[in-house]
């Protein structure tokens, strides 16, 4: 053998050696396994029986005996090195779920130990087990990474900058560090409102790490100087700027009283830590104290010296400072009678001002003998916590943060950009003709929108897209931007993820309070870059207009919405976000109180402002995603059964074909079916008389419990697709969400019906279909919003109108344009089915169980405020409405119009309706009259009459037309304009044109 080969068994003996041995306590199973793969390449040892001999050598005690346990019946060395390695991965291997993963992933935060580059590594480290998907990884770091710095000013920096990597995020973030550390003039937001409120608590660090030298501005050795908040403020020493007396190296002036600092924070840190509050009488009156072994002294504010009688005050000896060196106000001291947990004393009490809190010092503390095992023990009970000063803190949380609070847009510091697909083509539509009962409210909201800086008016544009006007009570209207007509297509949507509902709920698992916090108009709150408010212009009567913030109906707003309040809560513990939905949520008052400190603070950072009117604080549970959430888990909610349970029994054939119809959708479902349906068949027959027995009330409840078991429902995956279908009757409207499954079948996730209110009863077929629809969406808003589905109809003509792609058709009923802009804010893809097949939402219509509050309450003013236009419109004309209402029902033609309006259209229809046939989607009803968007249809009784009216000061046809068709219509309208003017000398007179003759044979 050649002197430098070493002999295999040696070889094997020196890896030994080199290899450190296998140990759960100090090994995670992967990483070893990673190591030992690791050493097997390096050495070039491929032969099956030396890797597996190798691997038993390098197995500790413990798992050494484990190993012989799982081979048996078999010897360890008679398995293979394959079997051997899965058998102790089996074994060692941590079992992880991706969703709680990523969860304690976006919750790391950096130790104040840590480098960045440490802190990144780490992130790396936790982002294996939580299996992002490829696209979403680097994404997933930078959120985390961000989110998690303990360094505010550094992460204010970067959420200011569009970074792409995350190398390049390090980086910046070193170079930001940097900057600070070498003490660069940065200024410093933090609050300066400085009370006598708390005790800042100072830890000795732990003796193995490194120390920082004090901050020369304040002392601390916990930050640098750059990143210190005293760092401009004025000694009350020297009088000199950048440090507090406390650190002041000037010679201390002689003073004959005597001086103690006591530590101070703001109002804004008092509010996010962890208080703990202390019952005491004090002159036989309960005072809440905050627990402060800082404070050398006991204090009361001065309501609580009002509350306990406003005894007379001795003058303080001593001069008290705050940790910075401000001079604290004090009214004066008194010897007070205590009482606590059977002791009875009496104590110092010195009295403040209203600004600060109640504190028990360090006198109380052992004089009322709180030692360091009772104070243990009452930190570790919140039970002490009274719910009238949890309210008191609350309230200190709103006042803190009240301008979150503020009326008005908030302005994001993330701007958000659209991506448009590489071969669009840009789209320029002209302005679409504007009512002139809508001109003046119509300027006047373009005017707000300047003022509030989303809109700014520009002279070109190669995109352009026409508005619709949404009128609202009193004589307002909303301007919205007609984004279907090419924009939207032209997008390139982000396909960020938006969370599972299994992820929200884990963290929110074992809180015991809950808040829901609303944003104002979220998506206005996003301003837009440069290269996406060219994209987003509007076409006005008044000119181009472009948006500078991001507007509703936007397709990819959901998601950019989503990826930034991502970004903004990352890190949180107790908060989750679905959109601008944020729920807080906590273990207990005090924790709840902490999160929401938080998540305001992150709020207030990013430059949202919060509607404190839709928000609500505080709660033992909500509802989110059709679960029920609340201290003792995860709940399915009421309201996706509701339209099942409480479905009322059918009370003729019709009603029992509809039941049969939806129950035959989930035939496949349900055990036996058709057994079980046979004593409805019966019902079915001709020439039998209708009679529900007790046998058909037992079987129907029966077939209703198998419709809302497990069997026919599921839960809500956003990872599958998801369909909404709605149908509408003459009685009511009916929808269901379900999932699609790949091999066909669908299971429905929720159910809803209402029936319809009297003025809805009164909506054509096509609104109550369209209404439907709506009902559907708003019901489902939680599961449709930000991600795409389908939205089923068996009514056809609402494919054009709802038509994501086609553009709001502007002589649609106005309620049809209405509810087409609120669909704006959706991205779906919309299918017709046949009514044969539409069973399972037909049912639902048919057998509605009864009035929805929610809905029919809906913005009033909305639903109200076309009826008060064309009321208003009708009551210009010469004529009264109720006149022709009357003279409608009484037009052989209008009257069958009318009906077919309510009712739907039939197949066939004769000559004489084929011009209302033409237009039968946009044709609807209006105080009794056939209305055609803002015009009425006139009945032929009065059609001389209103055109010898327009007709008496000779305007000429081109007028004649233009007034007639702001007010009026029927089909040979400007037929008969162009008769009348023709047939009078004093038009043709004055005509600049001479009109024509016919030819005369």
Request: glycine share 4%.
């Amino acid at each position: 053998m050649p002197p430098n080969r070493v002999a295999p068994e040696q070889n094997l003996r020196s890896i030994s050696n080199r290899l450190h041995e296998f140990d759960p306590n100090s090994y995670d199973w992967d990483e070893w396994e990673v190591l030992f793969d690791t050493y097997l390449e390096v050495e070039a040892i491929n032969e099956d029986s030396k890797k597996r001999n190798l691997l038993i050598t390098l197995l500790g005690v413990q798992p050494f005996k484990t190993l012989l346990s799982i081979c048996k019946p078999k010897k360890p060395t008679e398995c293979s090195y394959t079997e051997l390695v899965e058998k102790l991965r089996s074994n060692y291997a941590r079992v992880t779920f991706p969703s709680t993963e990523r969860i304690k992933f976006f919750a790391k935060r950096q130790e104040s130990s840590q480098t960045l580059t440490e802190f990144a590594n780490e992130l790396r480290d936790k982002s294996t087990t939580c299996k992002f998907p490829s696209i979403f990884y680097e994404e997933a770091l930078i959120t985390a990474f961000v989110g998690g710095l303990r360094n505010d000013h550094v992460r204010k920096h970067l959420m200011q900058r569009n970074l792409e990597t995350f190398v390049e995020t390090i980086n910046t973030a070193k170079t930001i560090e940097s900057v600070l550390i070498e003490g660069s003039n940065i200024k410093n937001t933090s609050s300066e409102d400085l009370n006598l409120n708390k005790i800042n608590q100072h830890r000795k660090p732990p003796t193995n790490r490194p120390q920082r030298s004090n901050c020369l501005s304040c002392g601390s050795t916990d930050h640098f100087r750059s990143e210190c908040r005293f760092r401009n403020a004025t000694c009350h020493k020297c009088k000199k700027e950048g440090h507090i007396a406390k650190v002041c190296r000037s010679k201390p002036i002689s003073n004959q009283s005597k001086v103690n600092t006591i530590s101070s924070v703001s109002q804004k840190e008092i509010i996010g830590t962890h208080a703990i509050r202390i019952p005491v009488y004090v002159e036989g009156v309960k005072i809440n104290f905050e627990l402060d072994t800082g404070s050398p002294i006991t204090i009361v504010s001065n309501h609580g010296w009002e509350l306990i009688g406003k005894p007379k005050l001795h003058p303080v000896k001593l001069i008290f400072n705050s940790f910075t060196g401000h001079s604290i106000c004090l009214k004066g001291e008194k010897m007070v009678n205590v009482n606590y947990n059977d002791q009875s004393t009496k104590l110092p009490l010195v009295v403040g001002n209203n600004n600060q809190n109640n504190i028990l010092g360090r006198n109380w503390i052992n004089a009322l003998h709180l030692n360091n095992q009772t104070l243990d023990e009452i930190v570790s009970n919140s039970s002490i916590q009274s719910l009238d000063v949890g309210f008191k803190n609350f309230k200190e949380l709103i006042i803190c943060y009240d301008d979150i609070f503020k009326d008005g847009l908030g302005l994001c510091k993330i701007k958000a950009h659209l991506h448009v697909k590489p071969n669009a083509t840009p789209k320029f539509y002209k302005p679409r003709s504007l009512p002139f009962a809508y001109r003046d409210a119509v300027e006047n909201d373009l005017n707000r929108l300047i003022t509030e800086g989303v809109l700014e008016p520009i002279t070109y544009s190669k995109w352009a897209a026409p508005i619709v006007v949404v009128p609202k009570l009193g004589g307002k209207v909303r301007i919205c931007a007609d984004l279907s007509t090419g924009v939207n297509q032209a997008l390139d949507i982000d396909q960020y993820p938006l969370p599972k509902p299994n992820d929200l709920f884990v963290a929110l698992n074992g809180g015991s309070l809950f808040s829901k916090i609303d944003f104002s108009e979220a998506y206005l709150q996003v301003e837009l870059d440069d290269d996406s408010k060219e994209l987003l212009v509007i076409n006005t009567h008044k000119g181009l207009f472009r948006f500078n913030r991001l507007p509703f109906g936007v397709a990819s707003a959901p998601s950019i919405f989503q990826k930034i309040m991502d970004q903004m809560l990352s890190g949180l513990e107790g908060t989750v976000c679905y959109l601008d939905d944020i729920i807080v949520t906590g273990k207990n008052e005090i924790e709840h109180m902490k999160n929401l400190n938080k998540v305001f603070e992150r709020i207030r950072d990013y430059g949202f402002h919060v509607n404190k009117g839709k928000c609500i604080f505080l709660q033992n549970h909500v509802e989110y995603l059709g679960f029920i959430v609340d201290e003792n888990g995860v709940h399915t909610s009421p309201s996706k059964t509701k339209a099942i349970i409480n479905m009322p029994k059918p009370t003729n054939v019709s009603q029992l074909r509809s039941f049969l119809g939806m129950v035959n959708h989930y035939a496949k479902f349900i055990p036996q079916l058709s057994d079980r349906l046979l004593p409805f068949y019966s019902l079915l027959k001709n020439n039998i008389p209708w009679k529900w027995d007790s046998l058909c009330d037992k079987t129907f409840k029966n077939i209703k419990q198998f419709l809302i078991s497990p069997l026919a429902l599921t839960h809500y995956d956003p990872s599958l697709p998801l369909v909404l279908a709605a149908d509408a009757s003459n009685s009511g409207v009916g929808a269901v969400i379900y999932h699609r499954y790949s091999d066909g079948t669908e299971k429905a996730i929720a159910h809803a019906s209402k029936t319809l209110t009297p003025t809805e009863r009164n909506y054509a077929q096509i609104e109550k279909e369209a209404l439907a629809i709506i009902y559907g969406v708003q019901k489902f808003d939680q599961f449709l919003r930000g991600r795409r589905f389908t939205l089923l109809t068996d009514h056809k003509p609402l494919i054009t109108i709802f038509g994501p792609k086609k553009g709001v058709p502007t002589t649609s009923a106005n309620r049809l344009q209405r509810w087409a802009i609120r669909l704006m804010g959706y991205v779906y893809d919309i299918e017709y089915r046949s009514t044969l097949n539409f069973g399972h939402a037909d049912g639902l219509s048919r057998l509605p169980i009864g009035p929805d509050k929610d809905f029919d309450n809906r913005d009033p003013g909305e639903i109200s405020s076309i009826a008060s236009i064309q009321q208003e419109l009708q009551q210009d004309l010469p004529l009264r409405a109720v006149q022709i209402a009357k003279a409608t029902q009484n037009d052989p033609i209008l009257v069958q119009v009318y009906n077919y309006i309510l009712s739907g259209w039939p197949l066939s229809y004769t000559d004489k309706l084929q011009s209302y046939y033409r237009i039968r989607n946009e044709l609807s009803t209006s105080n009794g009259c056939i209305t055609w968007g803002l015009r009425t249809i006139i009945p032929s009784r009065f059609r001389n009459h209103l055109l010898n009216h327009l007709h008496l000061s000779h305007p000429g046809m081109t007028r004649m037309k233009v007034y007639a068709r702001r007010y009026f219509w029927w089909p040979s309208i400007d037929k008969d304009i162009e008769e009348l003017v023709r047939k009078c000398p004093n038009c043709t007179e004055n005509s600049k044109q001479p009109i024509k003759a016919p030819l005369s044979p």
